[in-house]
């Protein structure tokens, strides 16, 4: 076995590791809460896979935490730090509505289609604003797409409440046409066809990033730009490329919820959807092969959580807590991981010098 398939076993055993002292924690603290921690992860399973209701919730969570996930890992690629899918989500979805209500009459399958690449240009077009200020005047990008989280779910709210209002009592804009509406499974539960479009999605990305000339450039300006530019390679429109890619993608994961889940625009409808598919993969070091088991788990966690409270009545803050657990392992990991490699260079640094005062000697 080669030094690359050990290390990434490795890291595997790694992750499962984490999993297991993180439930374990989480176990302890239900525990002092006074409630059996057997019974809790009992009910957290059937409230995550048991029943229709309950595992077409995870995999309605799972679609959405896998595409955000993905909105961050390729920027990321080209060493660009992009906190804003949030609110390219929300401006995607928001455009997929006014599409959705507008544009009555198309067939089913080209309303659809429509509806999906305006949301994906509308993120793109949001993406760009951090992409050219950080590669035309080196504006820290984390910042830019912070504060811009805000400024797209101030313009959402605002034309929901405003020109785009059904006017029904609720914040909400008027429901898209029906032949818009992706099918859904599992009911009563929200699972949707938008999963098989994640998915797929997700297979494309896969390729793209390891098969596709577009993503060699990113991955090779992420990790060394100066010699991707001496070798023809443009490290400006490498990441302005990989901004642009994930601010769609972030778009569609917001029309994925218009039009899959709730038929509408609803102001204030995702509770942090995107950070969450950050920390996923954060936690597995932005792997493209391991995203997708965390971010299921990670929906899992989160659908059973309800159903743990309901029956047990342990709060279901304990799984932020436990995936909170998880970010700290994960980042120590990544601290321990640096140590050793400078530890391992000062070795060989200093059995050079003195291999050189031998030769002198």
């Known amino acids: 076995m080669n030094t690359n398939a050990k290390n990434y076993r490795q890291k595997i055993i790694n992750l499962l590791i984490t999993v297991v002292i993180s439930m374990l924690v989480g176990a302890v603290l239900i525990g002092v809460l006074g409630n059996n921690p057997w019974q809790a992860y009992g009910a957290l399973f059937q409230g995550a896979f048991v029943g229709k209701l309950n595992f077409g919730t995870t995999l309605a969570n799972f679609a959405p935490l896998l595409l955000t996930a ?3 890992i390729i920027p990321a690629d080209a060493s660009f730090f992009n906190c804003g899918v949030e609110g390219e989500l ?15 009459g198309l067939p089913g399958p080209l309303h659809i289609v429509l509806c999906f690449l305006c949301a994906m240009i509308v993120g793109a077009l949001w993406s ?7 590669v035309r005047w080196n504006v820290n990008e984390v910042c830019v797409t912070i504060l811009m989280n805000y400024v797209a779910m101030y313009i959402a709210s605002y034309l929901v409440n405003g020109p ?14 029906d032949n818009t509406q992706l099918a859904k499974f599992l009911v009563p539960s929200q699972a949707n066809t938008g999963i098989f479009i994640a998915i797929a999605v997700t297979i494309f990305l896969y390729w793209m990033m390891n098969h596709s000339t577009v993503g060699y450039e990113i991955r090779s300006v992420g990790q060394n730009p100066h010699f991707s530019e001496y070798i023809g390679i443009s490290p400006v429109k490498s990441m302005v490329n990989s901004m642009l890619i994930s601010g769609a993608i972030g778009g569609m994961t917001g029309c994925i919820f218009v039009l899959g889940v709730y038929g509408y625009f609803l102001d204030n409808f995702s509770m942090g959807i995107a950070f969450n598919g950050m920390l996923a993969a954060l936690i597995v070091g932005n792997d493209y092969k391991l995203t997708p088991f965390l971010a299921f788990f990670i929906a899992a966690l989160q659908s059973g959580a309800q159903g743990m409270e309901r029956n047990t009545g342990v709060p279901k803050s304990i799984v932020d807590v436990i995936i909170s657990i998880f970010i700290i ?6 601290l321990f991981s640096f140590l050793s490699k400078k530890k391992k260079n000062s070795t ?14």
């Open 329 to 334: 392992f994960a980042t120590m990991e990544a």
């Open 90 to 104: 929300y401006l995607g979805a928001i455009t997929a509505a006014f599409v959705g209500y507008n544009f009555k």
């Open 128 to 134: 760009l604003i951090p992409a050219v200020l950080k």
């Open 164 to 177: 785009m209002s059904a006017k029904t009592g609720t914040a909400q804009t008027p429901a898209v046409a």
């Open 70 to 72: 993905y909105a961050f």
């Open 348 to 361: 060989a640094k200093s059995q050079s010098n003195t291999h050189h005062k031998e030769a002198e000697s």
